[in-house]
Every structure is written in structure tokens, then in C-alpha cells.
């Protein structure tokens, strides 16, 4: 259970999120850099995409990272559906001199279906492959674990770490309500029980039999160290690297993060069809007028609508169109460089064990 992070090949118990579309090969090659574990997704990308991001990454680093894929249901197109968000989004698009667009589409694949990007990974064979909204099949999972991968998933409650733990997955995120991004339920149909990260994480670790990862509002090192304490081997942040000048955030969106939006974070199906914890921002604020009660596409075919009134607003100087994930820990958010960053939290993590030990004298 502890040699989780000897096997990887990291000194810290600091896990850096995936965060697709924010998180950047220099960004996941900082953090391994400082002795963290980096991470990139490429879930929302293509085959061709994700060979030249892990490419990328290596070239910065010849450190262990992590490459996380989304497992989710592949879409199915509903015209109906979509011609009416388009047509609900049509004033919005006026407000920028734009139309919608004449249709909407899946934009990317699911891993699920993705045999390409499977065999990249097996080809390319990174320290460590993650899942989202569920699992590929067994045989996709044996041959990733032939090739000599660390497999994480993610999890947000104890069936979906059981699932994890049969299929042969090496540790769970503990993936507590209060995380930015895309909800990681195996199946959004079901009810979601939105078990916070402290409770989550206790539960794995006391009913589940693989290594723990807690990830959920965690943002400095008082955080990882409360994490450790529940039995987790290791914290995973996100939230906290947005600020860093290595990530792809846009000046829109690091505003955002330091507005007094941050302390009031929503989850929203509005910018991609599933579940995100999001900033409050202009396109969360269309739920409550022209999006109010309008069934939403799949995922990610919703996705491909927020995407194009996110650039017809751009191009106008208008931002908060697009996503802008983040956690309930983001009014904590720091603008630093990755490696002072985690410089910060290592000192911080270091002195809450300090403190700890003092207490029980």
C-alpha cells in the first residue's frame, strides 16, 4: 500500500490533477521536476494530439508523469435535443454578431472507443495511466498492466473503488464534491451520494484495498498533511496549479479565480453535458435564463456549442464563456511559479507533521 509512490518513482506525496485543456506538458513536467507526480489529459484530444502532448512532456522531463483518459458512456446524438440548446444559445451568439452552429457534434472520442489512443499508450508506455467516468474493458486494462503501467481511476464513492480494485487498478482517487472539474461517476445516471473528500477518502481507505489519493479542495500543505492523516498515501491538487504561469489558463479565467466568484463554485451541466464544478461565470448564469429547463446534449457534444459561443465571445473581448473548472479551495489559489509552488507546499506539509508531533507530546 505505501510503495504506491516508490513504484512511481516520486519523492513527494503530491499528485498534480490532469486538468484537460489547463494543464500543460511544462506544467506536469515542473511538478515531476520538484518530485511531484505531473499529469496531462488527454481525453479531450485525438490520437495525434495526445502522441505530440506526451512527446512534449518527455522532452521537458525523465521523470515519471501521469496521462489520464476519460472512460465515459461514448455519446448518443439526440437532433431534437440539440437544435433546441442551439436554438436557446441563438441570442447569446447575436449578442457577439455570431450564429450557432448549423449542428453539434461529439468532439472527441471516448478511451472506451478510442483503439488508437489505447495503443499510443501501450507503445509509449508512461510511468502512470488514470481514468475517468469508469474503466475500459478487462482486456484493455491487462494489456495497459503488461506494458508495465501504474493504472489509477478515479472514484467517487466505495462501489466505483470496488469496481476499480476487481479490475485490477493499481490505487483509487478519492475524488471528494468539493474537486473542480468534470464529476467522475461511472454511470451520471445514477444518484450521486456527493460524498465529501474527508468522508470519501476514510471509507476508501478502510474498505477498499488499494492505495488511497485523496483529490478535492485540497490546496496547501496543511491539506496534503490532513490527507495523510486519513490514511491517504498521497494528495491530489488541481485548483492549485491554475495560477501557475505554466498552466493554459487565460487571462479571463486566472481573473476569475481571484474574483469573489471563487468562494462560490457550482456544479454545471451546462458547459459540457456532464457535472463540472465550475467558476461562476457568464455561461453558469445561462442556466437561470435562456438555458432554464432546455434538456442539455450529451457529453461531449454539448461541449462542442460552449466551445463555439466561447470563441464567438472571445473574439469580441468578452471572456466566462468557456470552462472554468475549479474547487471549492480556490479563493486559496496562489499565482506562483510550479516550483515555488511546491516548494510552498512541501514547507507548509512539513510543518503541519511538525505541529502534529508537538500536539502528541
Known sequence: MTDLLERIGISLPIVQAPMAGTSTPALAAAVTEAGGLGSIGVGATNVHGAREMIESLRSRTDGPFNVNVFCHRPAAARPDVERA?????????????AEPPAAIHEIYKSFLADAGTQELLIALRPKVVSFHFGLPKPDVVARLNAAGIVLLSTATNLAEAQCAAAAGIDAVVAQGFEAGGHRGVFDPDLPDPQLGTLALTRLLVERVELPVIAAGGIMDGAGIAAALKLGAVAAQLGTAFIACPESSADAHFRAALFGPGAASTQMTAAVSGRPARSLPNAMTALTQSVLAGVAVPDY?????ANKALAAAAKAKGVGGFGAQWAGQGAPLARALPVKELVAALVKELVAALAEEVRSAR
Do not use: C, K, S
Request: hydrophobic content about 55%; aromatic content about 22%; overall charge neutral.
Open 85 to 97: 440548446w442551439l436554438d436557446a444559445l441563438r441570442p447569446v451568439f447575436a449578442r457577439f454578431g
Open 300 to 304: 461531449p457534444i454539448a461541449y462542442d
